[in-house]
């Protein structure tokens, strides 16, 4: 798990998510698959630095977890 350096929260993001992606999700104060799971894919899709690549990396980490994303 990575450590965010801002605030020590630890992270349970997929370990291959790219940084601008990391950085989209802690912009808006999302650290943990849980918070994530609380938006909708449009929502996500909409912060500048998620992309088709990340969307799949925590569809299926989120997956993992017997998460999914909200409805709309």
Do not use: C, Y
Request: hydrophobic share 40%; glycine share 6%; charged share 30%.
């Amino acid at each position: 798990m990575e450590l965010n350096p801002n605030n020590k929260q630890e992270s349970d993001f997929p370990k291959g998510l790219a940084k601008p992606a990391l950085r989209a999700l802690a912009n808006h104060g999302l650290w943990r698959l849980e918070q994530v799971a609380k938006l909708s894919e449009m929502e996500l899709k909409k912060l500048h630095g998620i992309g088709p690549n990340a969307m799949k990396q925590l569809r299926l980490a989120l997956e993992d977890k017997g998460l999914t994303f909200s409805n709309e």
